[in-house]
């Protein structure tokens, strides 16, 4: 469990569109992937043609389109790790 304090919300439109509070920064983006951090961790959205449409930091909050097929959240947020669903990492 995260000892982090704050507050994210998430919320996925048809898999087209992430609306999103809790956003303290942009790490990187492009078409396919967008890096973020939120008052509770690192979160990366994956897709195709992702392209953010809002963004006002000042009050947290993001808007995503494209077609969002993942989202991966950072077990740590001073350390930014994906997971695999399947397989082993040996």
């Known amino acids: 469990m995260n ?3 704050g507050s994210h919300n998430l919320i996925i ?3 087209s569109r992430a609306t999103l509070d809790g956003v303290t920064a942009v790490i990187s983006f492009d078409d396919r ?3 973020l951090r939120t008052e509770l961790g ?8 992702l ?3 809002k963004l006002e930091l000042e009050e947290g909050k993001l808007i995503v389109e494209g077609n969002i097929t993942g989202l991966f959240y950072a077990d740590q947020i001073s350390k930014p790790a994906k997971r695999r669903l399947f397989g082993s990492d040996k």
Do not use: F
Not at 42 to 48: P, Q
């Open 33 to 35: 992937t967008i890096a």
């Open 42 to 49: 690192e979160l990366s959205i994956d897709g195709e043609n």
């Open 13 to 15: 439109n048809n898999r």
């Open 3 to 5: 000892n982090t304090s």
């Open 51 to 53: 392209n953010i449409v």
